[in-house]
Nanobody, 118 residues
Framework: VQLVESGGGLVQAGGSLSLSCDAS????????MGWYRQAPGKPRELTAT???????VYADSVKGRFTISRDNAKNTVYLQMNSLKLEDTAVYYC?????????????WGQGTQVTVSS
């Protein structure tokens, strides 16, 4: 499956960015979609996920600031990031799964850099 991410960039602390991940070229049905992130020197971590039914999960560090959403017709997932902090700086990866369980899914995007400056 090909996942095409877009929307990363440089933003000042307190600002906003929106990411999108297009999975429309998938040849199979997608259930869970999500975003992970990896900061320098740290392991990749779950940021937010959403199932095809709209159930969401957020990392505690982003609750209340980030919103994940999806367009099932377009097989696209979005991440709206508000009130960005320096510690949100990371490469953000899209991940999708054929089931509601995303943790073991092998389908990743190429990553998009988000840099938050002071």
């Amino acid at each position: 499956v090909q996942l095409v991410e877009s929307g990363g960039g440089l933003v000042q602390a307190g600002g906003s960015l929106s990411l999108s991940c297009d999975a429309s070229r998938s040849i199979f049905s997608i259930n869970a979609m999500g975003w992970y992130r990896q900061a320098p020197g740290k392991p990749r971590e779950l940021t937010a996920t959403i199932t095809s039914g709209g159930r969401t999960v957020y990392a505690d560090s982003v609750k209340g600031r980030f919103t994940i959403s999806r367009d099932n017709a377009k097989n696209t997932v979005y991440l709206q990031m508000n009130s960005l902090k320096l510690e949100d700086t990371a490469v953000y990866y899209c991940r999708v799964s054929q089931t509601e369980v995303i943790a073991s899914a092998p389908y990743w995007g190429q990553g998009t850099q988000v840099t938050v400056s002071s």
